[in-house]
């Protein structure tokens, strides 16, 4: 999780050195926790900011797991603003944001399909 989340500032500072060269960090906030939690913040002259926070959770007898969320901002060089909002727990990494793939509407059932359920319904088979 830790290595996600330097990867992370990683991507965020190339995108910032490919953009623009003369970007500053504006702002740059780190806490920490005896108990393993954190939260981060940072900002830049060009724009680009992001923000993180985790939580440190027992899972097992010697074990912790980590509960993270955050978000990150920047704008494309098409002028588009990304933002990003993200979770990343047991269930896995969770991104939202409007520039993100959605999948199709669902489709509606055709009514051959809905007929055949229809008369498997009405008519059951028997052993």
């Known amino acids: 999780m830790k290595s996600f989340i330097v990867a992370a500032c990683i991507v965020a500072c190339v995108y910032a050195a490919g953009t623009?060269?003369?970007?500053?960090?504006?702002?740059?906030?780190?806490?920490?926790?005896?108990?393993?939690?954190?939260?981060?913040?940072?900002?830049?002259?060009?724009?680009?900011?992001?923000?993180?926070?985790?939580?440190?959770?027992?899972?097992?007898?010697?074990?912790?797991?980590?509960?993270?969320?955050?978000?990150?901002?920047?704008?494309?060089?098409?002028?588009?603003?990304?933002?990003?909002?993200?979770?990343?727990?047991?269930?896995?990494?969770q991104p939202q944001g409007a520039h993100l793939p959605t999948p199709p509407p669902p489709q509606p059932i055709p009514d051959y399909i809905l007929r055949s359920i229809a008369y498997n319904a009405a008519n059951p088979e028997k052993n």
Do not use: C, H
């Not at 970007?23 to 806490?31: F, G, K, P, R, W």
């Not at 978000?71 to 098409?78: E, F, G, K, L």
């Open 20 to 93: 623009d060269k003369d970007a500053q960090v504006v702002s740059n906030e780190y806490d920490l926790t005896p108990e393993g939690n954190y939260r981060f913040a940072y900002l830049t002259s060009n724009g680009i900011s992001g923000q993180a926070q985790g939580v440190a959770k027992p899972a097992g007898k010697d074990e912790v797991t980590l509960d993270v969320s955050g978000s990150n901002t920047y704008t494309a060089p098409d002028g588009q603003v990304i933002s990003l909002v993200w979770v990343a727990n047991e269930n896995g990494y």
